[in-house]
């Protein structure tokens, strides 16, 4: 079965503008968790969603937001972009009966902001 | 706070060679432990899983094993080959659903 599937897999943007990714998470999945992943600080979560419900949110500004469709399809914007926000982002999908079970990846996007 | 840790942050062995990559963790309350293996530019491919209830995991030439009480967790890779050159990540989910990862081990076998 297909895996996850991030959208774009490149952006370059400016500071100042915003951006949206995109990412479809593998068929039956109802699980989207979002990632930062930076040099100097590693993988930071982001934000889970779960059935259209943010279900968990990690130490990010309000800058950063997602959402859920009812496809389990997930986007997640970034508005008044820093330079700071350059990172490869990265989504996970899950199928969770319980919390917390395997998760699978995305290629992820880089985003450049310059 | 929760913290993950993986010492070293950087390893290169021989090939042939067995090796261990440490995972270290603050809270002792998870719900479980995942190793991952990401090559350069690349998303995240899932290693093993182990739940909180578990002791350890194997697939192929891989075993993990997990200490809930001491908060740690290793990786052992059997026979190393050049393909396994890449940075190895694990990520613990808290019971208070928190995910956080470790910075990460990369690994560069020596052919």
């Known amino acids: 079965k297909a895996g996850v599937t991030q959208t774009p897999r490149y952006l370059i943007k400016t500071r100042g503008q915003q951006v949206t990714l995109s990412c479809s998470p593998i068929?039956?999945?109802?699980?989207v968790s979002w990632y930062q992943q930076t040099p100097g600080q590693g993988l930071q979560f982001l934000f889970e969603?779960?059935?259209?419900?943010?279900?968990n949110k990690g130490n990010f500004p309000g800058r950063f937001s997602g959402r859920q469709f009812s496809n389990s399809r997930s986007e997640m914007n970034v508005s008044t972009l820093e330079l700071g926000d350059s990172a490869l982002y990265l989504c996970?999908?899950?199928?969770?009966?319980?919390?917390?079970?395997?998760?699978?990846f995305g290629q992820g996007t880089r985003l450049t902001v310059v | 706070k929760q913290e993950v840790t993986q010492i070293p942050a950087a390893l290169s062995v021989p090939e042939g060679e067995n090796l261990v990559l440490n995972c270290s963790f603050t809270d002792s309350a998870i719900y479980n432990l995942q190793w991952f293996r990401q090559d350069p530019g690349k998303g995240l491919t899932s290693l093993l899983l182990?739940?909180?209830?578990?002791r350890e995991q194997t697939s192929g030439r891989l075993n993990a094993s997990l200490d809930k009480s001491s908060g740690r967790s290793t990786l052992y890779i059997a026979a190393s080959q050049p393909g396994d050159s890449a940075t190895y990540l694990c990520a613990v989910r808290f019971r208070d659903d928190k995910i956080i990862f470790g910075k990460g081990t990369r690994l560069h076998i020596l052919p």
């Open positions: 996970a999908s899950s199928s969770p009966a319980s919390p917390g079970t395997e998760a699978f």
């Open positions: 182990i739940q909180s209830s578990q």
């Open positions: 969603y779960f059935s259209e419900t943010q279900r």
């Open positions: 068929s039956g999945h109802r699980s």
